[in-house]
């Protein structure tokens, strides 16, 4: 069990393969708080990492820093080999983010199909307005096989054309993940995922994130409370307590360290 | 330098009134989030007032104060409070931008007629409420302060003094801050924030009018233009003190004075830039403060964090359409296009024709809100500013360079196209209420200084010292793009001279106008803004670049805004500066917003309303043109209710009637071939089809005059029926009730208070459906529409000229719609009554068809699970 590791060569892991997503000494200052710390994470391609740690410990700021919502006042975000510490969170998504919310962000109005269309055409860029003009921006049938897909695979065709406040938050939550698939991202970023899902959506989810790791190799980074959810998925944890990093390492360890324990778990047995 | 300070002392006063206004403006936005724009229409109605008791009336100065300043200034506060805004408190940033600018246009011409138009003068200083003498000029060393300013500075560091006390050291000061952030969340906590909120209110409208008041004096007269300017700098001040700081908020408003005073003493006396940069001024700051500042840029008008619990708005009405209706509507449109075009080229007089044409030239203007607004879901108050520009442009490219009309059309979109561009780039990091403020200010610039500008003068010559010993003069820029003062002549196309052809051209325009913007709605940039008005967060974690998307759909609306100045321009056959003065984009704004913004409908109906309303107004009714203001600027405040316009509201509602028609129409037939169908049931056709010769008789009047014979026979017998129709209601009604109005009586009740039976047959069927437990198919509402149009009706009759009633077409027009509104209620009743009937007869199938208690909330198709609950 170490923390988090310094490594001489940017990017690189201890084992020696290129991270995907490296963030490195992350400090973040709000009026007089400093609510990060040096905090370093990285997430290596297909990786599956967790990042958890007690409520105001720092974890929402880090996350919103690492996605651009937030600039940190020092540290770096390298996103396959690139620079991204000032990048603006469009662009980033266009990389190859993809990230669900805490407090669920759907678009009020539209069907889950369109969910997934626009996430799909989104990812391309920037539409000009000319193309719509000339009736050159109509969704294709490729598109819609591709979002046909999607729902199959998340077990919603039948939702395909309901509009999204019709939901339930267990299926709007499926909705979001879909959606973010749909990006084909690298990295999927999860923010707390298991709020208000019970026991079953819960396991459900963990299967999912699992199966979706193999198969199509996209890294995921899972910030949560649900210890389980978190046994169950990831194969790396990062402990964050008042803005600072304080374990890393393979779950099992972590989970079984005292000082995390002491922080975060309570002393269970 | 002595001059300088001169005129710095001479500013300061000013600054002291607009920081009293800015701060007030701090106070209701941080109490109640509105941001009052019609605190400048208050200090105006305070002034009036003012002057009003004192020169007119001869009351001694501290009454005329007193109820002036601290008597009618909390009182519209409080009114507004309880009447309006606390309807609002988690509404969005819109509906109160839409009601505040409402009232802005709403309360001048209302203080106006009122107290007789135009500009008062003299106003009375208020220096001897302090024991000083209204003439006297007070001297500090060299430089002089009359004493008018001295007491506007006196009074405002009073003011300011008091107020941080209050927010420092008294509980309701720390309570009015916490409202702001949550009124729901205090509340839990134990607070009565609406009381907070009214306090705020009454406070901030006192501030108002103790600054119109104060400012009178210094401006030597009382007139709605100086005032509400007066809001835009105290919005500029505010914005200085990023909207949280007092002190800073003081420090801007002084700012703001002195710089007027200093750039405007500068500039050579008559200048246009001179006479323009005191108003401009502050827009120019509001809107330097508002790109550049972070504090201001970055800000997220951060909603209630309880008000996610509050339904989502409702889907376009034309999609509740079942295919029936689908197919109807498809068949009928082209049927009723073809219609309307013949009407003009063949039908109607010149007259008419330059009206209707009108109308569709503001429905061209009106699609580029839709274009913005509807799409984006921001607002823009800077419309008037690009359709002037497209008009100047086509204007001045044909008479300097005999560019034919359609081509400088062409043109001038595409400059207004690039302007709006160039404008957008900074100014749409902002968004909600902070982008309104923004396109505010560039229009308020564009219209004091840009449009002006006449060629005339170098703009930038302007000296500036160096040092004393040498000066910079920079190189002379004479622009004359925009006609200037006068103005400029704007020819109608080649050949398309005449009202009726030109009418076509501005059809053709319209109709090309209308399917881009569809085009543009439905095509990957609608559905981005689509995705962005739901989540902008999560539209952005998919990729989308929001402001870009702004930035080409303003760029987009900026280009048919100067077609539609264009087409305007040539309509009038000229452009001139006054044509383009922002109140009446912020007019349009607000008007497209009731309508409707989402939809082209929406465009068409604002703009005919526009034009026909004006028509009622002014030639039927014969009323002053500020009655129109004052109308629409009360419509503005029934906005908050039906957020998705009227038009789209009352689509809904009667498509919903004829969906419930037919499905009731199929329960009887399946009950008559069941053999259960009851007595009274009547199929609604058959009850509104022998009233339908009413609609004759205006028909007739219009063509051939008055025909008593023939009018007293169509209208009898249709009168006489519906008598007998009435009588059976209320028979069929008592005889399943056992109480209530029994037929005869009713039928006398009917005869003798005819109003009273529009509500008062509705509300027996209403109190039968609640005796038999079953859910009110009808309310008392639906009687309003026929009172208050018999109540119009009459009020017309009383106005117009009786004489050639007759043969006036509006009046005409009028006739046939109040018929309607008569038949209507007539369909609505006997509807009510069949499924009355139906389910009393057959319950099982009822409830598939129940109408709403008011009958004005039509609940949305999908089940609106809120999206923090179960399956």
């Not at chain 2, 106070?27 to 989030?33: D, F, H, M, R």
């Not at chain 2, 205090?186 to 607070?191: H, I, K, M, S």
């Amino acid at each position: 069990m170490t923390t988090a590791p310094e490594t001489a060569v940017p990017g690189a892991t201890p084992d020696g393969g290129a991270a995907l997503l490296d963030a490195r000494g992350i400090t973040k200052r709000f009026a007089g708080i400093t609510a990060l710390h040096e905090v370093s994470l990285d997430v290596r391609p297909g990786e599956l990492v967790g990042l958890i740690g007690p409520n105001g410990a720092g974890k929402t700021t880090f996350f919103n820093c690492l996605l651009g919502m937030e600039h940190p006042d020092a540290g770096r975000v390298n996103f396959d080999g690139r620079d991204i510490t000032n990048l603006p969170v469009y662009k980033r998504a266009r990389l190859g983010f993809g990230r669900t919310f805490q407090r669920l962000e759907v678009f009020v109005g539209l069907s889950v199909l369109e969910h997934f269309l626009l996430a799909d055409r989104a990812r391309h860029g920037d539409v000009p307005l000319w193309r719509d003009l000339l009736r050159m921006s109509r969704t294709t049938a490729d598109e819609t096989g591709r979002a046909d897909a999607m729902l199959e695979a998340l077990g919603i065709r039948d939702l395909a054309d309901k509009p999204i406040e019709a939901l339930s938050l267990g299926r709007s939550r499926l909705v979001e993940l879909g959606r973010a698939l749909m990006t084909q991202p690298k990295l999927l970023l999860l923010d707390e995922p298991s709020s208000g899902l019970d026991r079953k959506e819960t396991a459900a989810l963990a299967q999912r994130l699992r199966r979706l790791a193999e198969e199509s190799g996209t890294a995921v980074l899972l910030v949560e409370h649900d210890i389980d959810l978190v046994q169950q998925v990831v194969s790396r944890i990062f402990v964050l307590d008042f803005g600072t990093m304080i374990a890393s390492g393979p779950t099992e360890d972590v989970l079984s360290d005292a000082a995390v324990r002491k922080a975060y778990l309570g002393d269970m047995v | 330098m002595e001059e300088i300070l001169q005129f710095g002392i001479e500013g300061f006063p000013v600054g002291c009134v607009y920081a009293l206004v800015a701060v007030g403006l701090v106070l209701t936005y941080k109490t109640s989030g509105v941001f009052n724009l019609a605190f400048g229409a208050q200090a105006f109605l305070s002034a009036a007032v003012f002057l009003e008791l004192r020169n007119d009336s001869d009351w001694p100065l501290w009454a005329a104060f007193l109820v002036a300043v601290v008597v009618v200034g909390p009182l519209v506060g409080l009114i507004l409070d309880r009447a309006l805004f606390r309807f609002m408190r988690t509404a969005s940033w819109m509906v109160k931008l839409a009601t505040s600018l409402g009232l802005l246009v709403a309360i001048p011409p209302t203080v106006q007629i009122w107290f007789g138009k135009g500009t008062r003068y003299s106003p009375p200083s208020v220096a001897p409420l302090l024991g000083i003498d209204a003439g006297r000029v007070f001297r500090f060393g060299d430089y002089n302060i009359s004493a008018d300013r001295l007491v506007a500075v006196i009074a405002t560091l009073a003011v300011v003094l008091a107020l941080a006390l209050l927010f420092r050291y008294t509980a309701l000061g720390l309570q009015m801050r916490a409202v702001v952030e949550s009124p729901r969340m205090v509340e839990l906590a134990g607070v009565d924030s609406e009381r907070v909120s009214m306090s705020a209110w009454m406070l901030s409208s006192l501030l108002a009018a103790l600054s119109g008041v104060l400012v009178a004096p210094l401006l030597t007269n009382v007139e709605a233009a100086s005032m509400t300017l007066l809001i835009v700098a105290a919005i500029a001040a505010a914005a200085f003190g990023k909207l949280t700081s007092i002190p800073l908020t003081l420090v801007g408003g002084l700012v703001l004075g002195i710089g007027q005073r200093v750039i405007a003493g500068k500039l050579p006396p008559n200048s246009i830039l001179a006479q323009g940069i005191r108003p401009a001024l502050p827009f120019l700051l509001l809107f330097l403060l508002l790109i550049f500042l972070p504090a201001l840029y970055k800000r997220r008008d951060v909603g209630d964090p309880l008000a996610g619990v509050d339904p989502p708005a409702p889907a376009l009405a034309a999609s509740y359409k079942d295919e029936q209706l689908r197919r109807f509507t498809r068949m009928i449109f082209p049927v009723f296009i073809l219609g309307f075009i013949l009407l003009n080229l063949f039908v109607l007089s010149d007259l008419w024709v330059f009206r209707l044409t009108n109308g569709l030239v503001l429905a061209v203007i009106f699609l580029s809100i839709t274009a913005f607004t509807g799409l984006s879901g921001q607002v823009s108050l800077g419309t008037a500013a690009f359709a002037g520009f497209g008009a100047a442009i086509t204007g001045q490219l044909a008479s300097q360079s005999d560019v034919p009309s359609w081509i400088g059309m062409l043109i001038g979109a595409a400059v207004a196209a690039v302007i709006g561009a160039l404008l957008a780039i900074p100014a749409l990091r902002l968004g909600g209420i902070f982008l309104a403020l923004a396109t505010l200010a560039f229009g308020l610039m564009a219209e004091s200084i840009i449009f002006p500008l006449d060629g005339s003068e170098d703009v930038l010559g302007f000296r500036v010292p160096i040092f004393g010993l040498t000066e910079f003069r920079l190189p002379e820029f004479h622009p004359n793009v925009f006609g200037g003062q006068l103005g400029v002549d704007v020819p109608r196309p080649e050949g398309l001279g005449t009202d009726q052809r030109f009418f076509l051209f501005v059809f053709g325009v319209f109709s090309v106008v209308a399917i881009l913007v569809i085009l543009v709605r439905n095509g990957a940039t609608g559905r981005f803004l689509a995705a962005m008005r739901g989540s902008e967060t999560a539209a952005a974690s998919i990729g989308i670049n929001a402001t870009r998307q702004r930035i080409t759909v303003f760029a987009f609306s900026a280009a048919i805004a100067g077609v539609g100045g264009s087409l305007l321009g040539m309509l009038n056959e000229r452009s001139s500066s006054a044509d383009w003065y922002t109140l009446l984009g912020i007019f349009w704004v607000v008007l497209v917003l009731n309508l409707g913004v989402r939809t082209v409908d929406g465009a068409v109906n604002a703009g005919m309303a526009f034009v026909l309303v004006s028509y009622l107004i002014e030639d039927l009714l014969h009323m002053p043109e500020s009655i129109f203001f004052i109308l629409f600027g009360l419509g503005a405040i029934t906005y908050a209710r039906h957020p998705e316009g009227v038009v789209e509201f009352q689509t809904r509602k009667s498509i919903d009637a004829q969906v419930r028609g037919r499905r009731s129409n199929q329960r009887a037939d399946r009950l008559r071939n069941e053999g259960r169908l009851p007595s009274q049931w009547r199929r609604v056709s058959t009850v509104v089809g022998p009233m339908m010769p009413l609609l004759l008789v205006p028909v007739v009047g219009y063509y051939f005059g008055a025909q008593p014979l023939l009018f007293a026979v169509l209208i009898a017998l249709p009168l006489l029926y519906s008598f007998w129709w009435v009588y059976c209601c209320y028979r069929d009604v008592h005889a399943h009730r056992g109480r209530g109005i029994a037929g005869p009586i009713g039928l006398l009740i009917d005869l003798a208070g005819r109003l009273v039976t529009f509500v008062l047959l509705p509300m027996q069927i209403a109190a039968m459906a609640d005796e038999d437990g079953r859910d009110r198919p009808i309310g008392w509402q639906v009687g309003r529409a026929p009172i208050g149009f018999a109540l119009f009706g009459l009020f017309l009759l009383h106005r117009s000229d009786t004489a050639k009633a007759p043969e006036e077409l509006g009046l005409l027009v009028i006739s046939l719609v109040g018929i309607v509104v008569f038949l209507r209620w007539v369909g609505e009743v006997q509807a009510a009554l069949n499924q009355s009937w139906l389910d009393i007869a057959d319950p099982e199938s009822a409830g598939d068809q129940t109408d709403d208690e008011a009958s004005e909330t039509v609940a949305a198709p999908a089940a609106l699970a809120a999206p923090a609950g179960g399956s």
